[in-house]
């Protein structure tokens, strides 16, 4: 999977380092300067035909343009610094990003929640399911464990 924002950051960083601006590079690229923009803050990615443009304006492979095979650091104050927050989850329920999302599950929005818990809920993530369980709301609970099971438990 793709990581836009990070991406993005990685295409202003290199757009700065040359002495580009946002309008010379658009320019460059036949582009406009809201489609660097949207790249850069990670909203869009450029069309193929742009993305080799970039690499050879850069000087680097579409492997280091798109960051492929860069991970994520589960020992980062803030996970998310720098990436997608739907990459970072993603990254987490394959396995790839070995991160406590149980003891932290305090920093995840309700959809990401709702990711993690469908991940457990279908094997693809394993959890404590004591810890967790303290850490949910009434409805995540009931999607979790389901409205019977909910009853029993208590």
Request: with cysteine.
């Amino acid at each position: 999977m793709l990581d836009f924002k990070a991406i993005g950051n990685g295409i202003r960083e290199r757009r700065q380092r040359l002495g580009y601006s946002q309008d010379a590079l658009a320019e460059t690229l036949g582009v406009t300067h809201q489609a660097i923009s949207r790249w850069e803050q990670g909203e869009a990615m450029p069309t193929v035909e742009n993305l080799a443009e970039l690499c050879s304006l850069f000087d680097i492979g579409f492997e280091e343009l798109l960051l492929l095979g860069r991970p994520v650091d589960p020992t980062a104050k803030n996970i998310f610094d720098g990436h997608s927050r739907t990459y970072v989850v993603k990254e987490i329920i394959s396995g790839r990003c070995p991160y406590d999302f149980v003891g932290n599950f305090n920093v995840f929005m309700p959809q990401e929640r709702i990711m993690l818990l469908r991940a457990v809920k279908e094997g693809k993530l394993t959890a404590d399911l004591l810890s967790l369980r303290q850490k949910l709301t009434q409805e995540e609970l009931i999607f979790l464990f389901g409205k019977k099971q909910i009853h029993r438990m208590w």
